[in-house]
């Protein structure tokens, strides 16, 4: 079992950052990778990036592609999402999400932290 609680969400300016944080708990061992997605009002869950919990190898969507990005601490089990250059567009829900090692979905999520950018 893991648990994850996001956090660092808020009101922000376009153009300005942010940086969400997302606490793991339990069995974290168990985790081979860390993603973050978000879903806006009316839309689909979109995928926004991963690390991999071992190397700190990441990869984006292209929507967020040099204005994110996705780090961990693993001394905390903590990993992090930094938003900088933000637009409108960014507005969701942001949730982070853990992979299991063996698993092929993301069996493990977040309860969101509201991300909102004002223009």
């Known amino acids: 079992q893991v648990q994850l609680v996001e956090s660092g969400g808020g009101l922000v300016q376009a153009g300005g950052s942010l940086r969400l944080s997302c606490a793991t708990s339990?069995?974290?061992?168990?985790?081979?990778?860390m993603g973050w997605f978000r879903q806006a009002p009316g839309k689909e869950r979109e995928f926004v990036g991963s690390?991999?919990?071992?190397?700190?190898?990441?990869s984006y969507a292209d929507s967020v592609k040099g204005r994110f990005t996705i780090s961990r601490d693993n001394a905390k089990n903590t990993v992090y999402l930094q938003m900088n250059s933000l637009k409108r567009e960014d507005t969701a829900i942001y949730y982070c999400?853990?992979?299991?090692?063996?698993?092929?979905?993301?069996?493990?999520w977040g309860q969101g932290t509201q991300v909102t950018v004002s223009s």
């Open positions: 999400a853990a992979f299991r090692r063996g698993a092929y979905e993301y069996e493990y």
């Open positions: 339990g069995r974290t061992f168990s985790i081979s990778a």
């Open positions: 690390v991999n919990w071992s190397d700190g190898s990441t």
